[in-house]
């Protein structure tokens, strides 16, 4: 059986956007093209995704190993020796959301991301996404993370939690490859990296 994983190494602030500490949290969603997942029409992999995922808050330069809950490890069913594998990773600072509206925005964004893939698989179009199409998957993730944050608000919560960015990496794949990861997520003065290693084996 084939296995694809991610394990992530360390999470660093280079840049951090408050006066005092940054607390970050990261979204993690796995993706995975299989025969099993062909079946099950379920081709996103969700991780933990409340605002101290990361365990803390951190001061600029500081880094943090990242906990083993948001690495992937997943067996793999390829269809005539093929497979899609790959990791999305949405950077966010902690305001005043709460665990329960982000639990929601995140499931809203694995949604967009899943019924994205779906749709493609449904046409036969394994290609590599375009440019254009990635910009309109962003904004459907966009549109549907503000709805749902939207829906969840209340008077107590008087600042959004901020996006940094995102990062992603997606293979196609039909051997035995490592890939090392090196993501960056920067918006204005904050910039943070994300370091580990993807690998697919047969």
Known sequence: MAKFSVNWDKFTVIKKHDIDRDAPYLWVIGVLVDANTLSSKNFVIRKPSGHDNLGGKFKKGESTAVPKKLNIDEEVKPILGFAVCG????????????????????????DAINEFIRKRVESANLQPPTGGELDALAAQIEEDVRDTIRDGWTIFQLVADHNIGSANCLLFLQEHDTKELNFRFTKKTTDYRLEGELKYTL
Not at 96 to 110: F, G
């Open 87 to 110: 990791v999305i990773v949405i950077a966010w600072e902690n305001a005043m959301t709460t665990d329960r509206v982000i639990a929601d925005a995140y499931d809203a964004a694995a």
